[in-house]
């Protein structure tokens, strides 16, 4: 593959870093969680979106973001079917700005179960609403 003139390998395409560099770059907030809801990995958009480093959300579980104590009420993750991608998008508010999101779950299975939970949150653009 090429890519900027240089031939290199898929592994290098795909490298944890450089998918970390182009998750880090997007506006849309990113939070990777297990089927317990603990945070496994949050780009940078998190951050500035729940006023929270990084290091401190992953000692967190994905609801603490929005000042829950419990899983949300709206959560997918309970209620996925195997082989049936979520197509939901629930609306939210980040409690530190008041900024509504759009919040769509997009489960990752291995072995028939649960292994990772992709939140995507977008800000909902209340011009086109």
């Known amino acids: 593959m090429h890519l900027w003139g240089k031939t290199m390998d898929k592994s290098e395409i795909y490298s944890e870093k450089l998918m970390n560099l182009i998750l880090d770059t997007i506006e849309e ?3 990777i ?3 317990d809801h603990n945070i496994l990995w949050m780009n940078h958009a998190g951050e500035r979106a729940f006023g929270i480093r990084v290091e401190k959300a992953l000692e967190m579980k994905c609801h603490q973001l929005f ?3 419990i899983p949300c009420a709206d959560c ?4 996925v079917v195997i082989g049936e991608p979520t197509n939901s998008v629930r609306r939210k508010v980040i409690p530190t700005t008041g ?3 759009e919040c769509k779950t997009i ?3 291995k072995d028939g179960k649960i292994e990772l939970v992709i939140q ?3 800000t909902v653009d209340k011009d086109k609403e």
Not at 76 to 79: A, E, P, Q, Y
């Open 33 to 35: 969680h297990d089927a």
């Open 76 to 79: 997918d993750v309970g209620t």
């Open 29 to 31: 907030v990113i939070v």
């Open 99 to 101: 900024k509504m999101v």
């Open 107 to 109: 489960p990752y299975y």
């Open 67 to 69: 000042k829950n104590s």
């Open 120 to 122: 995507c949150l977008r």
